[in-house]
T-cell receptor
């Protein structure tokens, strides 16, 4: 059973569209929920969410955690071709910040 | 910000040889480092957790004798793929965190291993 489930697995949009990526997680030993963007190499950090209902924002990207629903969303507004990447959601748990990743959402933004 | 350096970025080796990958935390002391493996178009799979000064904790299904992990100092962990086979070809990524630090793990740039 997957501890972190992302949807959709892939998404193709046009520049300027707004997208919402979903992530649901298992609650056992939950500490925080993290979002990463992965292009060709290693993931780069986007957001870390610990408290429910507080939106975190960085430019056109924003994310929020819903602890009641055990889920999080990542929004990207006015998408650009440079947003094309795999977006990974991960939950951290336990005392050593061990991360469990979802399978990712492959986002393709066409011009 | 916190930086993790991983070396080499790419390595090609012959079957039966061993390959060592290094992961260094450049501006903080990493009491814990994590090693992940990623197959094409798949997510990162945790292989093992490396704690400074103690034995690594391996995830289920990961052979500890195959993937040797050493975390001898607070800034360096190494992963050695022993007697590599073509099926070991993959993208290996490390990440690191500091004790008590409530900030996200930072990742190295990964190592693309190809075993011929």
């Amino acid at each position: 059973e997957d501890k972190v489930v992302q949807s959709p697995l892939s998404l193709v949009v046009h520049e300027g569209d707004t997208v919402t990526l979903n992530c649901s997680y298992e609650v056992t030993n939950f500490r925080s929920l993290l979002w990463y963007k992965q292009e060709k190499k290693a993931p780069t950090f986007l957001f870390m969410l610990t408290s429910s209902g507080i939106e975190k924002k960085s430019g056109r990207l924003s994310s929020i955690l819903d602890k009641k629903e055990l889920s999080s969303i990542l929004n990207i507004t006015a998408t650009q071709t440079g947003d094309s990447a795999i977006y990974l959601c991960a939950r951290s748990g336990g005392s050593n910040y061990k991360l469990t990743f979802g399978k990712g959402t492959l986002l393709t933004v066409n011009p | 910000g916190a930086v993790v350096s991983q070396h080499p970025s790419r390595v090609i080796c012959k079957s039966g040889t061993s390959v060592k990958i290094e992961c260094r935390s450049l501006d903080f002391q990493a009491t814990t480092m994590f090693w992940y493996r990623q197959f094409p178009k798949q997510s990162l799979m945790l292989m093992a957790t490396s704690n400074e000064g103690s034995k690594a904790t391996y995830e289920q299904g990961v052979e500890k004798d195959k993937f040797l992990i050493n975390h001898a100092s607070l800034t360096l962990s190494t992963l050695t793929v022993t007697s590599a086979h073509p099926e070991d070809s993959s993208f290996y990524i490390c990440s690191a965190s500091a004790q008590g630090a409530n900030y996200p793990l930072h990742f190295g740039n990964g190592t693309r291993l190809t075993v011929t």
